[in-house]
């Protein structure tokens, strides 16, 4: 196990095309750290330098305390996990987790008695014992990209490094294999840089995540930090499903407080997005809003705010830690919408709405509350999931302390 660390680090392909920006990351000694971000944003070719499969343009890596930038692959003490599995198809399942270990017996020090029982403790890890004499081709695609893993955990690596090992497996899978490599890392605790395209993926996993576009790491930070505190309107949009709501129009003052004027109607201001709207009166602005925190109909009712007493979130009229009486943070915001689509999901329902200037909004609400498609109804806005953007795919989240803002940046 080791510390990661890239500082800097530039791919440049030949005719001048950049593929990674000067991305700085430090990845700590056992920690889950997941890449991810769209087709094309750098993040496979980040862990292909990490790997040593792309030669680094310019910067510096470095694996527990050696500089490996021009360490071949096969002495970087890592393993690999790749989309395609990458099994040897002429192999039974334990010929391929034992073969890097025959291959290294002596460099390693192991007996063959010592190869055949780490392979059988990692089979029985990852249920694989009954398959040990089958061949890939009589596995399933979660059984093979089991042994895939087992071939990386029995060399015991430095650090674990996957690319998409998840993306050919139906959802099922997917939410199984999940799990298991959630629990296989609390496990082996070795350090691991996942990537992934799957935003949720990324959550679920990661200790933290770093979120890239255009080879450039946009936020690196919890999974939490990144969900509440975007630093700005893409990854604001990239992470949460349904994404973000975003809503262009114009801040505005009306006598002691702030509105956003969406076109259509006005949006009071609160708490941090009305503390910023200051310095950004009149101009052209993005407001960003959560589904779950767009409330329509019915599902407007029961306000949230946060107790200035004892600084706790509070759902209904009175704290459930003091008794005190709330004023709500969630505010009506004078618009209307047409209810274009209801889709069921369970315990919950997404309501795609409409505002004469806004199409496309998504609201997450209870699937107890009664809509229906074409049905004119009312929006209420949740300000404690609300965000002030600049304008612009990349616009910074002005609702943002400064501090915070840039502590959020890798």
């Known amino acids: 196990m080791a510390e990661v660390v890239l500082r800097d680090v530039s791919k440049t392909y030949p005719g001048g095309v ?6 700085s990351i430090h990845v700590r000694d056992s920690e889950f750290v997941v890449l991810v971000g769209p087709s094309g944003c750098g993040k496979s070719t980040t862990l292909r330098m990490v790997a040593g499969l792309e030669e680094v343009s310019d910067g510096e890596i470095r694996i527990g305390d050696r500089v490996v930038n021009d360490v071949p692959p096969k002495d970087r003490d890592i393993a690999m996990v790749f989309q395609n599995y990458a099994l040897y198809p002429y192999m039974t399942v334990y010929e391929n987790m034992a073969f890097s270990l025959k291959l290294r017996r002596r460099e390693l020090g192991m007996s063959r008695a010592d190869i055949d ?18 061949k890939p081709a009589a596995l399933s695609g979660g059984q093979r990209q089991r042994v895939a893993v087992g071939r990386a955990i029995v060399r015991s690596p430095k650090a674990f490094l996957f690319d998409e090992p998840l993306s050919n497996l139906d959802a099922k899978l997917r939410l199984e294999m999940r799990a298991e490599l959630k629990k296989l890392h609390r496990r082996l605790g070795t350090t691991t840089i996942y990537v992934t395209h799957d935003q949720e993926e990324a959550m679920t996993l990661g200790d933290r995540v770093v979120v890239m576009k255009d080879g450039v790491v946009h936020q690196f930070g919890t999974p939490l930090e990144v969900y509440e505190r975007p630093v700005n309107r893409f990854v604001a949009g990239f992470v949460g499903s349904p994404p973000m709501n975003f809503l ?8 002691d407080g702030w509105y956003f004027d969406e076109g259509s109607g006005r949006i009071p201001l609160s708490g941090r997005v009305a503390d910023s709207a200051a310095r950004y009166a009149d101009r ?35 704290c459930h830690c003091c008794g005190a009486e709330q ?32 199409e496309g909004l998504v609201a997450r609400i209870s699937a107890r509350t009664r809509m229906a498609e074409g049905q004119v109804v009312p929006l209420v806005i949740d300000m404690l999931g609300s965000h002030l953007f600049e304008p612009g795919a990349t616009g910074a989240n002005v609702s943002l302390a400064a501090n915070e803002a840039t502590s959020r940046v890798a």
């Open 117 to 134: 029982r780490k392979v059988r403790e990692v089979a029985a890890t990852l249920n694989l014992t009954d398959l040990l004499k089958r």
């Open 284 to 318: 052209p602005m993005v407001l960003g809003v959560r589904p779950e925190s767009l409330r329509v109909g019915d599902a407007a009712g029961g306000g949230r705010g946060v107790c200035e007493r004892c600084d706790v979130e509070v759902v209904g009229r009175y």
């Open 18 to 23: 950049p593929a990674v920006r000067q991305v």
């Open 248 to 255: 262009n129009g114009y801040v505005r003052r009306d006598g």
């Open 327 to 358: 004023t709500a943070a969630e505010t009506t915001a004078g618009l209307k919408a047409h209810v274009a689509v209801v889709e069921p999901l369970g315990d919950v329902m997404d309501v795609f709405l409409s505002t004469s200037v806004h």
